[in-house]
């Protein structure tokens, strides 16, 4: 049982939503600039350790009720029907089509179909890493 950690606490909440931020940040920057599915899903697990440092495993499960080795396979999923995507339209494997969409928050944006590789990655980075966190964390 931890003793007297609001300081840790309290700025573990606000450094969490600003590297959570970040995190989206690289995702969708990922295309252009360095980033990407594969960092952006470090830094959300970054921020998940974050507060597993400041708080414990139950308390933060109840606030992200997550399966994470479920998440690795909607991961998977993205990843091998973004690759699949282009063997049923006839096309060269991992041929992308892109469009620029409105977002609302981010304004107009190019997306792509690699977007939702990068997805995939996004998710199985983020479960594999909380599945090996959680599994060293429960032994204690």
């Known amino acids: 049982m931890k003793t007297n950690d609001v300081i840790l606490q309290t700025t573990s909440k606000v450094v969490f939503f600003i590297i959570i931020l970040f995190a989206i940040h690289l995702f969708f920057a990922g295309h252009y600039h360095p980033g990407g599915g594969f960092v952006g899903g470090l830094m959300t697990s970054g921020a998940l350790v974050l507060l597993l440092l400041a708080f414990d495993i139950k308390t933060v499960a109840k606030g992200f009720p997550i399966d994470y080795k479920i998440m690795i396979g909607i991961g998977l999923l993205f990843a091998i029907g973004t690759a699949a995507g282009a063997l049923v339209f006839n096309v060269p494997f991992f041929t992308h ?5 409105y977002l609302p928050i981010f304004g107009e944006t190019s ?14 980075v983020i479960g594999v890493t909380m599945t090996i966190i959680q599994t060293i964390g429960e032994s204690e």
């Open 97 to 101: 089509v892109f469009g620029d969409v």
């Open 111 to 124: 997306l792509h179909t690699a977007m939702l590789f990068d997805l995939g990655v996004y998710l199985v």
